[in-house]
């Protein structure tokens, strides 16, 4: 695959080093001459000075023939940017463009941007997921590909509490996935039971939380469960 | 350029509302500016919804980054519905190409090319 980076900071040069080992073709656009200089040695001709918002940069980098584009650079305006001259004048068939403040994740939905990542989001997903009492963690999101992990607790009242797995039904679109049981991982063939305080992992078309969250900790607010897992964007940064 | 074209348009009488991330920018309109000022940032929500976009005729966008002028004004007009959204981008390129989104571009550098090409096919030259 020939693939165009454009941001050449901490995420961009690692992104950029594991693509190149995989064996793909990659071009990696910097704007800083102080970070181009100290990178030129390791990337050299994958490495390319420049405003990758810029066309003619984009242009001379070989966007038109990339199979991905990926906007990582350090500010938010630039990554949409790229992402939509990437769809809109190149008709690129993959971008994924970093999220740096969590706040803007609306304005990325907003303009279509859907494959983002936002490394703030999912640190919060994975420290919630450390805690010692959770009720509800998202813990993968593939917004394109329609599909999400999630872990949950089961809760002392959950009508699939002490329920053995063959018996359980789980709403439409769920799939269980496995089970967590002091602090280990069965698969639901070998978990034999679903008891309370387990966590279950299952794989959801987005949407179905709400139901999944009231078959399993039926006296808990979905709404507000679901807030605690995400970084809450109208509360100021 | 925003805080002179917002002095003409409250002169001409319309009603506006100014965004800027420095306080500072308050004394480039005036002591005696009429219109609203709120501090913040161009593409944070909060402060779109503080300067009450949603009620606008009109949004236009003059920081002296191009892409946050393009992001800024698509923001407003899917998110906030404001029919008329003009943002400044000086890159010719990217004038063009982002109007294909709905929103309408203002470009200095053409404008300033047509002039200067203009002002040289106004002056008598020799041949």
Partial sequence: ?237 | MGSSLARQLVDEGYDVCVIDESPEALTLLGDDFPGQFVIGQAIDWETLNEARVREADAYVTTTDGDNTNIVSAQLVREHFGVPCCVARVFDPLRADLFEQTGIRTVCPTKDARALLHEAIGSCKLGG
């Fill in chain 1, 1 to 237: 695959m020939f693939i165009v980076i454009i941001g050449c900071g901490k995420v961009g040069v690692n992104t950029a080093r594991s693509l190149l080992n995989m064996g793909h073709e990659v071009i990696v656009i910097e704007q800083r001459k102080s970070r181009y200089d100290l990178l030129l040695e390791e990337l050299g001709d994958c490495l390319m000075f420049g405003d990758g918002t810029e066309i003619w940069v984009l242009e001379k980098a070989g966007i038109g023939r990339a199979d991905l584009v990926v906007a990582v650079t350090g500010d938010d305006e630039d990554n949409i940017i790229i992402s939509q001259i990437a769809k809109l004048k190149y008709a690129a068939p993959k971008v994924v463009a970093r999220v740096n403040n969590p706040f803007n994740q609306p304005t990325f939905d907003l303009l279509g941007i859907d494959a983002t990542i936002c490394a703030a989001a999912n640190m919060l997903r994975l420290i919630m997921h450390e805690l010692p009492a959770h009720k509800f963690v998202p813990l993968l999101t593939l917004k394109r590909e329609n599909i999400e992990l999630v872990e949950l607790e089961v809760g002392e009242t959950s009508p699939l509490a002490n329920q053995r797995i063959e018996d359980i039904t789980l709403p439409d679109g769920v799939l269980l996935s496995a089970i967590l049981r002091d602090g280990k991982a069965l698969l639901p063939a070998h978990a034999g039971e679903i008891l309370p305080g387990d966590y279950v992992i299952c794989l959801l078309e987005p949407g179905r939380e709400t139901e999944l969250i009231r078959t399993f900790l039926p006296e808990e607010s979905p709404e507000a469960i679901q807030a605690e897992g995400e970084i809450d964007v109208h509360s100021g940064e």
